[in-house]
């Protein structure tokens, strides 16, 4: 069986070799080292192959008998053996095709919870490649119909087909970050429900006859009746051109004008681009961790950042902004809510517990501008 070993060995000469000759005494091979150096001295780690019968304590006692620290030890396949560029520049490959996957790829490159300093500086580059591919990703190149300024105005139902027409238009991504669950097709219903929703208001982006985004802000009575929930989208070939930010603080107006004291924006941790543009409203923010999404809470007034932003499952209807098909996991009983600051989930740095890295259970908000 293999196992990776990360410990401290005693700082004096030899101490190496006498845990090798530990290991040697038992037959364990030892398949690799890396050394690394921190603070406290060298961190050693190691990936060995030891016989039937072998645990992580009968290790990790083995290396505190070589005179070895903070021992951590696990399980581990074959692949550790390639040497760490070689492994690193696969996760490069990896993240070409998915850069919010950067989590994972360090999770899978360090093994361990604590990182040394020479990781440190491994995982800081991963995040900015990761960061740097993420923002071509976002990069509009999709079809974009017409040409000129956008005219913003009030949605009626006479939109609905036009916001059909431009929800086809749109990529998957965009889709899925607007409704959080992949939405194929629009229906006509579900567009008129949109376009007017029963005590809230939507704002269109038009360019000739087409529409090319949207905003919406509806009633989320679970939360209070002066809180609404707004959602944007923009369709690709229009996206990166401000237009979300427009279209976004026109329909805050108009949720304050309604008498909305505050609005929230479910948005999921990966949805860079939405965090960005709910950073730009400049207005005070406040950033709950909910289940899988990230609940943004913008205040409309003096009051309403001391509301509660906490609250049980609740059950989704047709009047909120999402429509309640949108498939959101609840929070288990017990789990409290994270809260953030808005400016610190704005960077494109998924990784976690670290500063100049953005924590794991805080990054980003939903619906694409």
């Known amino acids: ?9 005693a700082d004096r000469p030899g101490a190496l ?4 000759a530990r290991c040697g005494a038992d037959d364990i091979n030892i398949l690799s080292l890396e050394v690394f150096t921190a603070e406290t001295g060298a961190v050693d780690e190691l990936v060995v192959s030891t016989g039937v019968g072998w645990t992580a304590d009968d290790l990790t006692a083995l290396a505190a008998e070589a005179g070895c620290v903070r021992t951590t030890v696990r399980p581990c396949q074959a692949d550790v053996l390639s040497d760490a560029p070689t492994r690193y520049l696969r996760a490069v490959l990896r993240l070409i095709d998915d850069p919010v996957s950067v989590d994972d790829e360090l999770g899978n490159l360090q093994g361990f919870d604590e990182y040394t300093p020479a990781e440190w500086a491994r995982a800081d580059v991963l995040v900015e490649i990761a960061g740097r591919l993420a923002e071509r990703f976002e990069t509009p190149d999709g079809p974009r119909p017409g040409s000129g300024v956008p005219d913003l105005r009030l949605a009626t139902v006479e939109d609905a087909e036009a916001v059909v027409a431009m929800h086809d238009r749109c990529s998957y991504e965009s889709r899925t970050r607007r409704y959080h669950v992949p939405m ?10 949109l376009s007017a929703p029963a005590g809230g208001v939507s704002v269109v982006a038009c360019v000739d006859d087409a529409v090319i985004g949207m905003a919406t802000a509806a009633p989320w009575e679970e939360l209070g009746s002066t809180t609404m929930e707004i959602a944007v989208l923009v369709e690709d070939g229009w996206q990166g051109q401000g237009l979300g930010l427009r279209l976004l603080r026109q329909v805050v107006g108009e949720a304050r004008a309604l008498g909305a004291d505050r609005v929230v924006c479910m948005v999921q941790p990966e949805n860079h681009a939405m965090l960005r543009t709910l950073e730009r409203l400049r207005m005070r923010s406040r950033v709950i961790r909910d289940g899988d999404s990230l609940m943004v809470s913008v205040a409309l007034s003096d009051r309403s950042l001391s509301h509660a932003v906490d609250r049980p499952p609740v059950q989704y209807r047709q009047t909120r902004a999402t429509p309640s098909h949108r498939s959101e996991p609840p929070r288990s009983a017990g789990q409290p809510a994270r809260e953030h600051a808005l400016a610190a989930l704005s960077a494109l740095q998924p990784i976690s517990d670290r500063a100049g890295a953005a924590d794991r259970d805080g990054a980003d908000r939903g619906g694409r501008p």
């Open 1 to 9: 069986m293999l196992w990776k070993i990360r410990t401290e060995l």
């Open 17 to 20: 070799a006498e845990l090798a």
């Open 184 to 193: 194929p097709k629009l229906t006509a219903r579900t567009a008129r429900h």
